[in-house]
């Protein structure tokens, strides 16, 4: 296990917990369902979640998991069930915001509603009560406080001062759990944290797993929901696994191997999900960057041909998205020289890019690449209008038609093309952003920043075989991943970034987790430098 380190996550590790004897109920839920226009999001789920226990939801993109979390956070009235949360039961159908927090049910979800341009001290105490004077006023100094401590006890990498928008991904993350999680100290709570280390680096997911068994030990009850399930084997004690918005499986992590957990998952065997590398021969060279510096990235040289797929593995803050941001206009060049195809090119903004077969998959995709309030398929449609232009209209069942394929190719589901993008599942919205992109079938070099995060594990290996089926069509894709794991079974070649610099370039008979994970933290002056 590369990313994790089970036994360093807890005094408490799981497996041990007293499994011999049942702990009492922390949430018992029966029959509840909830039906969204198009889709039944939930069908008679019974889940039963044990104080002291960190219990995963596993399932594919869109079975319901976000849904479960909404109805018992009373962000959405339930159409029928019941649910028991710290011995009180409530018709699910009535259950509010209040009633839910009042009886202590905590939610973080995938994308946390923070303030951007407020502090991390005031988005932690705005997510709870101000702290007042006597005088009724607000405590500056106990905000200060408050925020001091819990940055302290979750190892976040931000000052109480510092805004929400200045951070990281990660961070921001960190700091929506912080502020969750700030009153849980006493009683016993059920938290919820949906993804919550989708984002994260591998340091920060440690530390934030290791929370988790504290708060379980503590005797709170956890649910975690993950895609990544090297994390829910190191963490929980109980995983149940759901299908189509019903529960499918129930399982003791105890005795699960991942193997039998991407069988309940996606209802294909691990081995079937491998991803393959073409044997083929490497074609002509499609891009070379030489001597590039932008932002934190200092002099990469480094080329790529048609049919490759090359990696990049480095820590966050390494330079690894603003390496391939630079590539296609993103971020300012400093100095350097990118060519695609020979040809020198140096792109002020990324339509030039993606205008010269240039195309770029950013990390945030919710912020950078979705458009909430259109179709699934006008976001899928947004990458080739001008193929579909007929010089007074467009040719609109062709583009029906295709994007339907579409859709059934990337497995995104959803009711039909024309609802709205922000009533998919995170992980659809993630899939159909890929499809906008994979789709151009003139791309020449692909740069995919995290292409996995938040996708489940049985679309994580379609995904892969469709960057391979436009890199043996001539192009080249650049990969960054935080998942050393996939980037080993996936990539044809790994660079490896520390500090804005390449240190290493590990051909593929090299490629193990192991050795990269050990790659990206050497410290200066290893011999790889
Ligand atoms: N507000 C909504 N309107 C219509 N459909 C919705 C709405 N919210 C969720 N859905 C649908 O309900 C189903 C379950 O979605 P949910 O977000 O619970 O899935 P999930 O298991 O959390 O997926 P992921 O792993 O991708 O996050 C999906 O088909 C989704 O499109």
Request: hydrophobic letters at 40%; proline letters at 4%.
């Amino acid at each position: 296990m590369t990313r994790l380190d089970a036994a360093r996550l807890s005094t408490v590790p799981a497996g041990e917990v007293d499994s011999a004897v049942e702990k009492p109920l922390a949430l018992s839920i029966r029959g509840l369902s909830k039906v969204f226009p198009g889709t039944q999001a939930l069908r008679d789920v019974d889940l039963d979640v044990r104080y002291g226990e960190v219990h995963a939801l596993c399932g594919g993109n869109g079975c319901g998991k976000s849904t479960l979390i909404k109805m018992l956070s009373g962000s959405g009235p339930a159409d029928r069930g019941t649910v028991t949360i710290n011995g009180k039961q409530l018709d699910a159908a009535n259950i509010d915001a209040q009633t839910s927090y009042d009886l202590g049910f905590r939610v973080v979800h995938q994308d946390p509603p923070l303030y951007p341009d407020l502090s991390v001290a005031e988005n932690i105490a705005l997510a709870a009560r101000y702290p007042r004077t006597r005088l009724g006023r607000i405590a500056w100094a106990g905000v200060r406080q408050r925020a001091e401590e819990l940055i302290e006890r979750y190892g976040i990498q931000a000052s109480p001062g510092t805004l929400v928008r200045d951070l990281p991904v990660s961070v921001r993350t960190q700091v929506a759990i912080a502020a969750a999680l700030q009153d849980v100290d006493s009683g016993r709570c059920v938290v919820a944290l949906d993804e919550p280390t989708a984002a994260l680096p591998a340091a920060e997911v440690q530390v934030l797993l290791g929370a988790m068994r504290q708060l379980a030990a503590l005797g709170h009850a956890i649910i975690f929901v993950s895609h990544r399930l090297d994390e829910v084997l190191a963490v929980t004690d109980r995983v149940t696994v759901m299908r189509d918005g019903r529960v499918f499986k129930d399982h003791r992590t105890e005795k699960l191997t991942e193997a039998e957990l991407i069988e309940s998952i996606v209802g294909r065997t691990a081995e079937e999900l491998r991803p393959q590398r073409s044997a083929a021969p490497l074609g002509e060279e499609v891009l070379s960057v030489s001597g590039l510096a932008a932002g934190p990235v200092r002099e990469a040289t480094f080329e790529i041909r048609a049919g490759e797929v090359v990696g990049v593995a480095g820590l966050l803050g390494s330079g690894r998205s603003e390496l391939l941001s630079a590539i296609c206009g993103g971020l300012r060049k400093e100095r350097g020289e990118v060519r695609v195809k020979g040809q020198p090119v140096d792109f002020d903004r990324i339509d030039q890019a993606i205008r010269t077969g240039v195309v770029m998959i950013p990390e945030d995709r919710p912020r950078a690449g979705a458009f909430l309030d259109m179709t699934v398929d006008q976001n899928m449609d947004v990458s080739v209008l001008d193929r579909y232009w007929r010089g007074l209209g467009f040719a609109r069942k062709r583009m029906r038609v295709d994007a339907a394929k579409l859709r059934a190719q990337f497995g995104v589901k959803a009711p039909s093309g024309s609802v709205p993008m922000r009533t998919l599942s995170g992980g659809n919205q993630q899939k159909a952003i890929l499809a906008r992109w994979l789709r151009r079938d003139e791309a020449s070099v692909l740069l995919l920043d995290e292409p996995t995060q938040g996708v489940d594990v049985g679309a994580r290996s379609d995904i892969y075989a469709l960057v391979r089926k436009a890199t043996a069509a001539g192009a080249a894709a650049v990969v960054v991943t935080s998942d050393l794991e996939e980037l080993a079974q996936f990539v044809d070649r790994a660079l490896v970034l520390r500090n804005g610099r390449i240190v290493a370039s590990v051909p593929r008979e090299e490629l193990t987790a192991h050795r990269l994970n050990e790659l990206v933290h050497m410290k200066s002056g290893g011999k790889n430098d």
